[in-house]
Every structure is written in structure tokens, then in C-alpha cells.
């Protein structure tokens, strides 16, 4: 089998690696930074001022992250890592909202034959009134015979305002979907991508809707358990040495540069780096001659996790309705707040933001500012690309004219939006294109 040179150590190239590994290949993998994992990794962090005077290390996620039961890609990916034990899948989908009365509303599945337990937890999800819940189900009844591609020139928010979903339907439970999912407005996002995900979550089987959260960091759950395994079928990986340059030196081969140091000739290439990275890297050009004239709009996640005196929290996560703070993930000694396409936030301060985060959650959960006794924040400008737009006609596809040449990454052409579903998917893809290849 040839060896196969992988640019990136995201989730996307990870998966890559590990698909090609379990089939024979030599996988050759080459990561600019010091560590795996990309956003889908995780960091230590040390409180500066711990209660009981010890200095435990926490290992804090870039990114919160919650996964669903229709992540099949992903699911896949930890049973091949040997992972899939360090994750907490539902029983049936079960989610707490939160209101700015400080109400919780369940919406919750059903004991009825699926899809009618999807539809009970929506005519059971009382933030919404009687009319507003009617209403909610005959939309996702549409979806039944919905073609998606009449959505394609249409904002989630046109589609839902076409549909009479406003008011608590739309902030209540589209938005707090639209905004979880695609990291982007509903007056931004794409409809037909939305109503896929729908689709996949109300009409794809029961095990679709199932919040799948993990039990560890994700550097724990994806990157350690992925490295493990490709080490162990003899795959090389890299880190500081980011690819800057690649020569075709011919039809069949490309030279790889480092640091103005060669580091390899391939027969077959995957680069699973963001869009912006890929554009910096001489020569790419050749075989995406449009990309030096194209950028992408990005959509930020600013991320909070508080260290607290006493945590007054008793479920694993929280979805907030009207708030800024999407959702509250539980860890016990420290609780994270997620805010998605928080872009308007790009520019404030870090103690401004703080000011607002805790003004929510007082809001919302009655917590004190008080009982917070350190943080850490996490702002990724570029998390993800706006999932609407013109954006959509910047994705490529995973296979380019040159043969030997592949792409990967949540940024690429999956019909999906930027998620770990997607990025896995991305990796798959690639992989099993260079499979097919030599098969």
C-alpha cells in the first residue's frame, strides 16, 4: 500500500487517518501546532485561586459540544478508536429549557411508536401554547414530502415566517435548533440545510433525536484514542511542522514543504485544514485555482467555563430560550456557557462579556455572581463559516482534477453543516475515495 500524507490534525484528518489505517494504508500525518484535535481539542487550566488551596489541573474543552444520535460518522469513529464507551446516549431525547422567568419546560419524547413520540414532545412542550404546538407539528409534518431543493434561495427565517413559525415557536425551538446546530441566524442561515437536519432529526428513525453527550474533554474522547490507533497500524505523525508549500513535481507525485524543508514526496494527498489555512499554503493554487480570490464569512462561539464555590445545577445541560447563553453544560466543580454565532461579541472585552454571561445566568438560573471564584473563555472568531449565503458556493468537493489530490474538512461540500458530524464525514469521504482508488 502506498503512504498516504495527511495536512491537519482536526477531527477531519484524524478520521482520514484512522480510515486508512484500518485498511492497510501508511498514513503520514503532518500538524502545524503542537497538539491534535483543532477546535474539537482540549487545553489544561489550573483555577489561579482554588478553594481547597490544590492546584488541580482541569482539562477544558475549546468548545462545548453536543452531539446528537443521527451523528452516525461520528458514533463509527469511536467504536473503530475504541471510544464510544465515553459517551452518554439518551434513552429518548430529553431536553430542559429555561426561560427568563426561571421556568423550566421539558421537551421530551413520548412513550408512543416513534416518529408520534417526536410529535408528543412537541405537543408536550408547554413554553409553547396550544395553537403555537399545533402549529409546530404540522410543520414538521411538511417535512414528510418537503423538497429540499425549493428551499435554496431562502433564509431559515423566511421559511419559517412563510410557515407562520414566529413568535415563541421561533425563539422558543427553531432558533434555539437553527443557532445550535448551524452556529448561524436563522435571517443567515440556509433553509434547505436546516430542513435537512430536521429531517434527519424528526423523520431519520428514533435514535436520531437522542442527545449524545461525552462523558470526558474531547481531547480524551476523539484525538488521544484516534492517535493511539494510528500509531499502532504504523502511521507517523507530525506535530509543529505545518505544510506551507506543495510542488507537483509531476502527474503522480507531490512534494510537501516545511519550513522551506522538503519532507516528503506523495503519490496521494488530503488536506484537512480550514479554508483560511488552505489558502496560505503555495502552490494550492494549482488545483484550486479560485481560492486566493475567495474568503469566507465565519460565524464566532465565544465559550465560558466558571469555576464555582457551589454548584446549584443538577442537569448535565441546559438549553436557555431569549438568551444569549444558548446553553449550560454541568461538570460538577465548573459549569460552561456556549453562545454560538456571538460574531457581535468579536470586539468586547473579555470582562464585558463576563458582565453579560453572569447577568444571564442570574436571570435564568438564579446563580450569584458570587459563587463564581475563577473562569476561562474561549473565543473562536472563526469557529465555523456562516452557513447560508454565498458561503455555500465557496464549498468544494472532497476529490479535485488531479487524481492523487483530496480535501477534507467541516468547511467542505457534505451537505452538512460545520459540526463534528460533518468534519468526520469529510475524512471519510477522502479516505474512502483513496480506498476506491487502490481497490
Not at 487545553?43 to 489541573?57: A, C
Not at 437553527?178 to 441566524?185: E, H, K, Q, R, V
Request: hydrophobic share 40%; proline share 4%; with cysteine.
Amino acid at each position: 500500500m502506498p503512504e498516504i500524507a495527511i495536512i491537519g490534525s482536526g477531527l477531519a484528518g484524524l478520521t482520514a487517518a484512522v480510515t486508512l489505517s484500518s485498511k492497510g494504508f501508511k498514513v503520514h500525518l503532518f500538524e502545524g501546532s503542537k497538539k491534535g484535535g483543532g477546535r474539537a481539542g482540549s487545553f489544561p487550566f489550573t483555577p489561579t485561586h482554588p478553594l481547597d488551596n490544590s492546584q488541580k489541573e482541569y482539562q477544558l474543552d475549546n468548545g462545548q459540544h453536543i452531539m446528537m444520535g443521527c451523528y452516525h460518522e461520528t458514533l463509527s469513529l469511536l467504536r473503530e478508536i475504541s471510544a464510544i464507551d465515553k459517551i452518554s446516549i439518551q434513552d429518548k431525547m430529553e431536553v430542559k429549557v429555561i426561560g427568563n422567568n426561571q421556568k423550566s419546560y421539558m421537551l421530551k419524547s413520548g412513550s408512543m411508536p416513534y416518529p408520534l413520540s417526536l410529535l408528543q414532545a412537541l405537543m408536550g412542550y408547554d413554553l409553547l401554547n396550544f395553537r403555537e404546538k399545533l402549529s409546530a407539528v404540522k410543520f414538521v409534518n411538511q417535512l414528510k414530502s418537503l423538497e429540499i431543493n425549493s428551499l435554496d434561495r431562502l433564509t431559515v427565517k423566511e421559511w419559517l415566517d412563510q410557515n407562520g413559525q414566529t413568535g415563541a415557536l421561533s425563539t422558543g425551538l427553531w432558533e434555539i435548533l437553527c443557532i445550535g446546530t448551524l452556529n448561524t441566524s436563522p435571517d443567515k442561515a440556509s433553509a434547505s440545510i436546516f430542513a435537512r437536519i430536521l429531517k434527519i432529526v424528526f423523520l431519520g428513525g428514533k435514535v436520531n433525536s437522542k442527545i449524545v453527550v461525552p462523558a470526558v474533554n474531547l481531547s480524551s474522547l476523539f484525538v488521544e484514542p484516534a492517535i493511539r490507533f494510528i500509531r499502532s497500524r504504523g502511521g507517523i505523525i507530525e506535530f509543529s511542522t505545518p505544510v506551507n508549500m506543495i510542488n507537483s513535481t509531476n502527474s503522480s507525485s507531490f512534494e510537501l514543504i516545511s519550513r522551506d524543508q522538503s519532507i516528503g514526496n506523495f503519490p496521494d494527498v488530503i488536506f484537512a485544514v480550514p479554508h483560511h489555512a488552505l489558502k496560505k499554503i503555495n502552490g494550492i493554487e494549482q488545483h484550486l485555482p479560485s481560492i486566493p480570490n475567495r474568503e469566507l464569512e465565519y460565524s464566532s462561539i465565544t465559550t465560558f467555563h466558571l469555576f464555582l464555590k457551589i454548584n446549584p445545577l443538577k442537569d448535565d445541560f441546559l438549553a436557555l430560550t431569549g438568551s444569549p447563553v444558548q446553553w449550560v453544560f454541568n461538570h460538577g466543580d465548573y459549569i460552561t456557557t456556549v453562545t454560538s454565532s456571538s460574531s457581535n461579541w468579536d470586539k468586547m472585552s473579555e470582562s464585558d462579556i463576563l458582565k453579560i454571561i453572569v447577568s444571564e445566568l442570574k436571570k435564568y438560573l438564579n446563580l450569584n455572581e458570587a459563587e463564581v471564584y475563577d473562569y476561562k473563555m474561549v473565543k473562536e472568531k472563526r469557529a465555523t463559516f456562516v452557513c447560508g449565503g454565498e458561503n455555500l458556493k465557496h464549498r468544494v468537493g472532497c476529490c479535485t482534477e488531479n487524481p492523487g489530490l483530496f480535501f477534507a474538512g467541516d468547511w467542505t461540500d457534505t451537505g452538512l453543516p460545520a459540526t463534528i458530524e460533518g468534519a468526520v464525514l469529510s475524512g471519510r469521504t477522502a479516505a474512502r475515495k483513496i480506498i476506491q482508488k487502490y481497490s
